[in-house]
């Protein structure tokens, strides 16, 4: 008897200000109707949805995958690793453990529904698009509704594609990467974040469909800021995301990730990985928007954001991590540096907003091994509502790491007096001649500050647009100036209703 | 302008005042004298709408309107300023950004679009220049490391950049130096003409040498006490407040 197994593509628009809203009724839908236009088979066919994971799944995920033998096996050894190990319990947040064998691994893909116009979205949703600013076509576009002038999108991609292909970039989701350059693939892959680093890599290791993999050859600077956005209707981004970016040496990219849009995404589980390698004199730049679904005021559902990012710095290179966090019911996430070569720098700027019952533990690790090698960290966590907001961050000066210098600030901003701000820094320094600076403040938005405002004639909601704004400019200036403004206007809208 | 009946307020339970009847009329200047803590700065507070602050009794009417229902921004919306004894510090929100924002949501308030940039570029020009403001100045955050003195500056900048009906300015001589003094009067003067009108609460009979009242009210325990001209404040500065106390208590 075959294994009852429908494995189902699932393919959101993969546009950095776009995600799906994609509920359990239109998944049920879209088995009964059987549509699966990507036509993503395995030879064991079922209409039933299966839960769970063995290795049976992973075996069908890499051969839908098409993917080579080598890639089979180090998934496969992934899962082995995963299936050995226990979730971490050490970050500053409480809820109910996902049932990782009542979990699809697949998920169906998200067709155009012909009958559905934007009169049957969520009203709120639309007015927050509204907000943001997104056109019409793109909220159809998160929506799954049918768009007129999708040509025009794919060819601005195309003609975006053609760019990058003169230059010798490779962008591409990381699916064809393992087939089209493996010898890349296999270089990299898991060198930064090895399978068995934590519970949730190992499982991304084992599982992930999709993702981005970058390229940047020798001596090339990106002419253009890589996003996901470029990649729309190409490929899809899903639970377990993988990303590989690589800037060989001498080279320089900037690649912008997430949306500001609010991701109404079902799968309660995500996690991610990315690994990026800055070879000599490279220096990447990582920008983040994170806005997945936090779950409602009373802090039912929302998605555990669970994310390991990690890159290595060779000689004289760079990595600068900016994120602005403002979604997920759970986030676990720490981007990290290893500066392995001597002069190499990392960056890490971080904007962290929980509201409601959110909880985020998040921050960094800069690992100098390196001489003369420089980080610098800052951190702006904002708390309303009922929620816990911690950073936590490591900054470790290895022996032989002469002359390291970190400068970090962790500033904690309080709305309320339900909220929490929490501050873990983990200093290991092995190096006398190492220097380091902490600083560290928390404030609370003040009835002074906002009795101001309002006498100058700015309403409450504005007035703390403002403040927030204000303490988080440090950061925001780090955003490429598009992604600033729309990132501005979320910080805006995660915090309404906040101070009453 | 300002029509204020036997107004009593309160903060936490505590009745702080007791009865204020001032009837303020365009083109005036009135100044608001007392010991501490005879509620001056409640006044103020009060008639900006402060949260606080309850209205136990009385009215407050502005232009007509009864106030009481009207949140502060609206008020400073009707064009109610108040130049703050404390101005609270804002980090990273330059003063230009704070003011942008405080013009174009009066303007929005208003059913007006928002100010054209080089409009606001230009008043901003103009009203640095009145209150000899230096240009970096005005990229700094908003009272973050400003001397008492810049503060105050500040504070009259935007009453100048507003250019409200009413405004009330809250102590704003304490602090200041001779010559930052004569800086704010002179352009507190400025912006003075029949159609708007100035409170001013003070300890001292020095701004108003600068910024002469056409009024003077003496504050005692919530209420006004005493009222006369510009000499009343001339003998307070001679004689203190104790023969007021003994007049009004036998």
């Not at chain 2, 009067?185 to 003075?192: A, E, I, M």
Request: hydrophobic fraction near 35%; glycine fraction near 8%; charge should be negative.
């Amino acid at each position: 008897m075959p294994i009852a197994l429908a494995v189902v593509e699932k393919v959101s628009h993969y546009n950095f200000k776009t995600m799906n809203k994609f509920t359990e009724d239109d998944l049920r839908e879209e088995l009964k109707t059987q549509e699966y236009e990507y036509g993503f088979y395995t030879d064991i066919e079922s209409d039933t949805f299966p839960k769970g994971l063995n290795e049976d799944i992973v075996r069908a995920i890499s051969k839908k995958k098409k993917e080579p033998q080598w890639m089979t096996d180090w998934r496969l050894e992934a899962f082995r690793i995963w299936e050995q190990m226990d979730e971490p319990k050490w970050a500053n947040v409480t809820y109910k453990k996902p049932d990782f064998q009542d979990i699809s691994y697949y998920s169906a893909p998200k067709s155009v529904d012909p009958n559905k116009t934007l009169d049957d979205v969520d009203e709120d949703l639309l007015a927050m698009y509204k907000k943001l600013g997104i056109s019409i076509d793109e909220q159809k576009m998160m929506n799954n509704i049918a768009i007129d002038i999708i040509v025009d999108s794919v060819s601005v991609a195309t003609t975006f594609k053609k760019t990058l292909a003169e230059k010798g970039i490779i962008f591409c989701p990381i699916s064809e990467a393992i087939i089209e350059h493996p010898e890349l693939v296999k270089k990299y892959l898991g060198t930064i974040v090895p399978q068995r680093d934590n519970f949730y890599a190992a499982l991304n290791s084992a599982v992930f469909t999709d993702g981005s993999f970058c390229y940047i050859p020798k001596g090339v600077k990106c002419p253009m800021e890589l996003s996901t956005y470029f990649r729309i209707n190409e490929g899809g981004t899903g639970q377990f995301e993988r990303t590989l970016l690589i800037a060989d040496e001498g080279s320089y990219v900037s690649y912008l990730e997430g949306c500001t849009a609010p991701a109404r995404d079902e799968n309660q589980l995500h996690a991610a990985v990315v690994e990026l390698i800055a070879l000599d004199d490279a220096e990447i730049k990582y920008s983040t928007v994170q806005n997945w679904y936090p779950g409602n005021a009373e802090g039912k559902g929302g998605v555990f954001n669970f994310v390991t990012k990690r890159g290595i710095c060779h000689k004289n290179s760079k990595i600068s991590w900016t994120q602005v966090e403002t979604g997920s019911a759970i986030t676990w996430k720490y981007p990290s540096c290893i500066l392995k070569g001597d002069n190499s720098i990392g960056e890490f700027y971080s904007i962290a907003v929980t509201n409601n019952y959110q909880q985020a533990d998040t921050g960094t690790k800069m690992i100098h091994i390196g001489k003369n090698t420089k980080s610098t960290i800052i951190s702006k966590g904002i708390s309303a509502g009922k929620s816990q907001n911690s950073y936590r961050g490591l900054v470790q000066i290895h022996s032989r790491a002469e002359n390291a210098r970190n400068f970090s600030q962790c500033d904690s901003l309080l709305m309320g007096n339900d909220c929490g701000a929490h501050t873990f820094p983990y200093i290991e320094v092995k190096n006398k001649t190492a220097q380091i600076e902490h600083e560290a403040t928390t404030s609370k938005i003040g009835e002074d500050q906002i009795f101001y405002c309002n006498q100058r004639g700015i309403d409450t909601e504005k007035a703390i647009a403002l403040i927030v704004n204000g303490f988080s400019k440090d950061v925001l200036n780090n955003l490429p100036m598009e992604f600033a403004v729309e990132a501005q206007k979320l910080l805006e809208i995660s915090l309404e209703g906040s101070v009453g | 302008m300002l029509k204020i009946v036997n107004l009593h307020a309160s903060a936490e339970g505590k009745t702080i005042l007791n009865g204020i009847n001032l009837e303020i009329k365009a083109g005036e200047v009135h100044a608001i004298m007392g010991p501490n803590g005879s509620g001056k700065s409640t006044l103020a507070a009060v008639i900006a709408g402060k949260e606080e602050y309850t209205v136990e009794k009385g009215k407050i009417t502005f232009e007509g309107q009864d106030i009481d229902e009207l949140s502060a921004e609206e008020r400073a919306h009707k064009g109610i300023f108040l130049s703050f004894q404390y101005p609270v510090e804002i980090p990273g929100v330059s003063v230009t950004n704070f003011m942008k924002t405080a013009i174009n949501e009066t303007r929005k308030a208003k059913g007006l679009k928002d100010m054209p940039a080089s409009e606001m570029l230009k008043l901003i020009r103009e009203k640095s220049e009145l209150l000899e403001i230096d240009r970096k100045f005005l990229s700094r955050s908003l009272n973050q490391g400003f001397s008492g003195g810049e503060k105050k500056r500040n504070e009259i900048f935007q009453m100048a950049l507003l250019e409200p009906k009413l405004a009330i300015l809250d102590e704003t001589d304490s602090g200041l130096d001779i010559d930052a003094i004569r800086i704010v009067s002179n352009g507190v003067n400025k912006l003075k003409n029949e159609n708007n009108a100035i409170v001013i609460i003070t300890h001292y009979q020095r701004l108003l040498d600068y910024i002469v009242p056409d009024f003077v009210h003496v504050m005692h325990n919530g209420k006004i006490v005493k009222s006369g001209t510009k000499e009343l404040a001339l003998k307070l500065e001679e004689k203190g407040y104790d023969w007021i106390k003994k007049e009004v208590y036998g």
